[in-house]
């Protein structure tokens, strides 16, 4: 019984993480830095644009390694 106690903590985080990441989807157009950082790749060629935000991806995964961190050591 005490892994489906488990199981279902794993689901609501998984549900709550979920959300989150839609939230920020949501409220992404009010955020203006978010995408348009320096560093981040976009090369326009005649017929084929190509971004890669790396800069963004690198600060929201330090974003979420300092949550997960303090969600975990407490």
């Known amino acids: 019984m005490a892994e489906f106690s488990h199981f279902g903590?794993?689901?609501i985080i998984i549900g709550l993480i979920t959300a989150g990441i839609g939230l920020?989807?949501?409220?992404g157009d009010k955020i203006?830095?978010?995408?348009?950082?320096p560093g981040d790749l976009?090369?326009?060629g005649k017929k084929v644009i190509f971004y890669f935000p790396?800069?963004?991806c690198i600060i929201i995964?330090?974003?979420?390694t300092l949550v997960l961190f303090l969600f975990r050591h407490k």
């Open 54 to 56: 790396i800069t963004t």
């Open 61 to 64: 995964s330090v974003i979420m």
């Open 32 to 37: 203006p830095w978010v995408g348009r950082l």
């Open 42 to 44: 976009f090369i326009k």
């Open 9 to 11: 903590k794993i689901l």
């Open 24 to 27: 920020l989807f949501f409220a």
